[in-house]
C-alpha cells in the first residue's frame, strides 16, 4: 500500500477527470443528451468533459454554482452562472439550465448533479432552501418519472455518519432552521470510484483533514497490482498540484 494526501479541490479533479472518460457519459454525449448541473464540483466536471469535446473555450468554473458554503465571514469569488451545462447530440446549448429541458429528458439521457453529504450507505443528499426544491426537484421528476439516469459526483469530505433518509426526516418542514435535506435517486461516484475507473487500483480512506490548505483533506491508502500502483502514484502527483477551490 502506497499513502497520499488528496486535497478537496484535488479530489474534486480526480472525479473530473474520471467521469470525463466514464462509459455512462461518453453514450450520453452519442447523441443524446447530458446534463451538468452547476456546482462546485460539477465546475470542474464541465471544465473536463468540454475539454475532451474541444468546446472549452468560453466556460470559466468561476461563478459555476447556485450556492456554497463557506468560512464564517468568508466570501465567494465574484461570477456570474450563465446557464447549467447541457450537451445535446456532442454539442453544447449556450444559456441553458437543467429546468429548459428536464421535461424532455428520457431514459437515455445523464444528468450530474452535486451533493452536499455522503452517508456511510454511500447515499447522497443535498442542501435545499428552495421552495420548489430548485434544482433537485427538477432532476427527480425525470430520474423517478422518465427514467433518466443521474450520477452524483461528491467528494469523500462530505460523508456524514448518519442515514441521510433519517436525517432529511428530521429536518423536515416545520422542524428546522436553515435548509432542508433531500436524498438522491442516483449513484454516488466519489475519489474512490474514480481512481478505480482510471487506474484499476483500490482507494482506502484512512485518515482525514490538515491545515494550511490540507483542510478536508483525505489520507488514502492505495492498493492494487504494481501497474495500477504505479499509475495511480503518478495521477495522484499530477493532481496534487491542483490550486485551492475558487469556484
Known amino acids: 500500500m502506497k499513502q497520499f494526501v488528496i486535497t478537496p479541490a484535488a479530489g474534486k479533479r480526480l472525479i473530473a477527470r474520471a467521469l470525463a472518460g466514464h462509459p455512462d457519459v461518453a453514450a450520453a454525449l452519442d447523441g443524446r443528451t447530458l446534463v451538468i448541473v452547476a ?3 460539477n465546475a470542474y466536471v464541465a471544465e473536463e468533459v468540454l475539454s475532451s469535446l474541444g468546446e472549452a473555450e468560453g466556460f470559466s468554473k468561476k461563478g459555476f454554482r447556485r450556492g456554497a458554503v463557506c468560512p464564517p465571514g468568508g466570501k465567494l469569488p465574484e461570477g456570474e452562472l450563465e446557464g447549467d451545462v447541457i450537451i445535446s447530440d456532442g454539442k453544447p446549448l449556450k444559456g441553458k439550465q437543467i429546468f429548459d429541458v428536464a421535461d424532455e429528458l428520457g431514459p437515455d439521457d ?3 448533479k452535486g451533493a452536499n453529504a455522503l452517508d456511510p450507505r454511500g447515499r447522497a443528499a443535498v442542501l435545499v432552501g428552495h421552495p420548489q426544491a430548485g434544482t433537485a426537484g427538477a432532476i427527480i421528476a425525470a430520474v423517478v418519472g422518465r427514467g433518466t439516469k443521474l450520477i452524483v459526483p461528491v ?5 456524514i455518519s448518519e442515514d441521510v433518509d433519517m436525517l432529511a426526516a428530521e429536518i423536515g418542514p416545520g422542524r428546522r432552521e436553515g435548509p432542508g435535506l433531500l436524498p438522491l435517486p442516483g449513484l454516488a461516484f466519489t475519489e474512490a470510484d474514480a481512481l478505480q475507473l482510471l487506474t484499476g487500483a483500490r482507494f482506502r480512506l484512512l485518515a482525514a ?10 489520507w ?3 492498493e492494487g497490482n504494481d501497474v495500477q500502483v504505479a499509475a495511480a502514484e503518478q495521477l495522484l502527483k499530477e493532481l496534487g498540484k491542483e490550486p485551492p ?3
Open 220 to 222: 488514502a491508502g492505495i
Open 39 to 41: 456546482g462546485t464540483t
Open 209 to 218: 483533514g490538515g491545515v494550511c490548505g490540507a483542510e478536508g483533506a483525505l
Open 110 to 112: 445523464l444528468i450530474l
Open 245 to 247: 477551490c475558487e469556484v
Open 155 to 159: 467528494g469523500l469530505e462530505k460523508r
